[in-house]
């Protein structure tokens, strides 16, 4: 029998890398994770993770932590998603110290939209010029260069999604902006200022890392795979699931942009949405051919199955509303 591989996942207790663990152990790893607090990351994560104290703003702690691994998720952003000048790159750094001195361990990363110009760039593949708008943008494409120097001695993937949803995941579009958690879905509100929106439904995207983590003897050294997930052509697709799921014609209010681009300049939020404003105006699709070429068929879940599922895990659906919908699918 194969000895099976291990794996550190930085970010277990989040959203993204939760998922990722959870298909990973699915697929027969051993997966590792690294916590501050290892107390709580074993009562709020997967029960199967083997865990280790420490900070991934430490070199020396990632370091240790993944002695012996094969591969090294870096699915961790900053608290609140705040300070990315100050943190970002550092914790990049630290990991791809761990993997090289792991013997050469991948990294693999979730790779955002924020790299491109969406104006420019209606389709997304593996050459398509980076060429930011924003402050993140200009920190991811820094952090995938650091990636690309690093290799071949640490190798790397770099899967590339739309804006995420399904459960546990908190920190997005869809479940902070476009219904309110904890509350049944009384209106909602749409950020699409057009047609063409990509999304990415996190128990399919986690399954494509697996799949794709597992096929190692396929990757070349710096690998930039696109995941497509669902695309939005009309700019309504996930408004009419809602309402489909939430059982009734909800109201649905337009996102206040106008506010965001006012507010802008006093920062926090409205600064953060506003720099983003972008890529809700311009369609933009992921070409993921040469993802299918290395692992097939992406999964797909139905639309309403994934919406429902979402709501649920928010505890947006009514128990009756919730038996409704799922004898109407």
Sequence with gaps: ???RKTVLVLGATGGVGGAIAAALLRHGWEVRGMARDVTSAKERANPHIEWVQGDAMSRDDVVRAASG???????VNPPGYRNWDKVVLPMIDNTIAAARAAGGARVVLPGTIYNYDPARTPAIDAVSPQAPRSRKGAIRVALEQRLADAAPDVPSLILRAGDFF???VRSSWFAQAMVTPGKPVSRIVNPARGAG???AYLPDLAEAFARLMSAED????????QFEGI???SGSLMTDALRRIAGRNVPIWRFPWWLMHLAAPFGGFPREAAEIAQYWRHPVRFDNRRLIELIGPEQRTDLDRAVKASLVDMGCL???LETLSAAAM
Excluded at 69 to 75: D, G, L, Q
Excluded at 218 to 225: G, Q
């Design 1 to 3: 029998m194969a000895q």
């Design 69 to 75: 691994v094969a591969m090294i998720v870096h699915a």
């Design 166 to 168: 399904g459960p546990g």
């Design 197 to 199: 929106h990509s999304w």
């Design 218 to 225: 396929k990757l070349s050294p710096f690998e930039r795979v």
């Design 231 to 233: 695309y939005d052509a």
């Design 318 to 320: 009514a128990p009756e």
